[in-house]
């Protein structure tokens, strides 16, 4: 099947970034699950490499890339393992506010490092009481001189204890009303007093993604770290949602592409009672169904990648691929668990991995049920 998006350059992006995976990946996965962390130094390596922030412009040392490199990492590093999420979230989530809303101070302050790995970025937006309903956030940031004081707490944020540094939603304006209308995004770096990293959570999958709490008491931000205008932190959110969705979704479809790979794999090999596991009826007929499903995903979340790099507001869609896909990668984790029998259970088979870790995909980036709401919304319910 042809993308229409991609073009040669996209295939020697991909070719060479799976080569490096293969090379400098693949053989650690094991011990960065147990370390709950994707190291530093790898970070550094896929920054020498130009597979950082590939969209950046050239002048802080990117590629000036279109979205289409953006795709193939994604797919790429979800080969590897689901757990390199961070990778994508800082390429594609983060830095894209910095590159959107920050000055050119703030761009040159940060987008080198970004690019090269000395600057591992985070968003922080959930906390304890607060996941999906970013409106009722209780971080505040007062105002003091030339400061703003953060005091809250985040949890579930990806990149958390790595962080060098965390774009921040938080109330400005705690009395605003409508109560987004307070809310603006500060950047936070690591080192600054009253800004403490919790525990690194301990996740049923994705054990690769550092993940962590971060506590601010009384930090003192510097004003000239406000992102984009104060009041305006909920706007930008929603401006850059489709595209994170629209990740969680491309994500996904290729969690659900590899599992079918491997489990026809599997079956052809296996066998029970005198014949492969393939040859059972039940076995063509479950992965006929897979197939057509993710092929039916793929060519609509193509064709949103397409109507996204032509900036045109799928809201709607993204919503639809974002809950369709990833029930789907559930789904198919399940199926393919099934087909593996008692060895689909066993951490060294890649189905049992795949299941623990693509289970989150349709809680992060706004649960499932948001984006049906939003969904009934846009249609006038």
Request: charged share 25%; glycine share 8%.
């Amino acid at each position: 099947m042809t993308r229409p998006f991609l073009k040669q350059e996209h295939d020697i992006f991909r070719e060479s970034l799976r080569k490096f995976l293969q090379r400098e990946a693949a053989p650690n996965i094991d011990e960065w699950e147990a370390n709950k962390e994707v190291p530093r130094s790898f970070w550094k390596k896929l920054g020498k490499e130009g597979f950082l922030c590939p969209q950046v412009e050239e002048k802080y040392g990117g590629l000036d890339a279109d979205f289409g490199f953006a795709v193939v990492a994604s797919e790429e590093f979800d080969r590897v393992n689901v757990g390199l999420i961070g990778i994508g979230l800082h390429n594609d989530i983060s830095m894209p506010y910095i590159e959107s809303y920050a000055t050119d101070e703030q761009k040159n302050r940060w987008l080198p490092g970004a690019v090269s790995g000395d600057i591992i970025s985070a968003i922080a937006m959930t906390e304890p009481n607060t996941g999906s309903d970013l409106a009722n956030i209780q971080t505040t940031a007062i105002l003091d001189g030339d400061h703003y004081v953060l005091n809250g707490e985040k949890t579930f944020i990806t990149n958390g204890h790595l962080a060098d540094i965390v774009i921040v939603v938080a109330k400005t304006d705690p009395k605003a009303q409508p109560a987004h209308r307070g809310i603006s995004l500060l950047v936070v770096e690591a080192d600054t007093p009253g800004f403490t990293k919790g525990k690194k959570l301990q996740k049923v999958g994705q054990h690769a993604s550092d993940t962590a709490e971060l506590i601010f008491q009384d930090a003192r931000i510097p004003k000239k770290n406000l992102l984009g205008e104060e009041g305006k932190g909920f706007y930008y959110l929603m401006e850059k949602l489709q595209q994170e969705r629209l990740m969680v979704a491309i994500q996904s479809l290729a969690s659900a592409e590899l599992m079918v790979e491997e489990t026809i794999r599997y079956v052809k090999e296996r066998t029970a009672f005198g014949q492969r596991i393939a040859d059972f009826q039940n076995t063509q007929f479950k992965l006929a169904e897979m197939k057509t499903e993710i092929k039916i995903g793929r060519t609509f979340v193509d064709q949103l990648i397409v109507d996204h790099m032509n900036q045109k507001d799928i809201v709607t869609e993204v919503s639809m691929a974002k809950w369709w896909v990833t029930d789907l990668a559930k789904k198919v984790s399940t199926e393919c668990m099934q087909l593996h029998g008692g060895f689909g259970y066993m951490e060294e088979y890649e189905i049992a991995r795949r299941f623990r870790d693509v289970a989150v995909s349709s809680i992060y980036a706004g649960s499932n049920e948001i984006m049906k709401t939003i969904i009934a919304k846009n249609i006038g319910l």
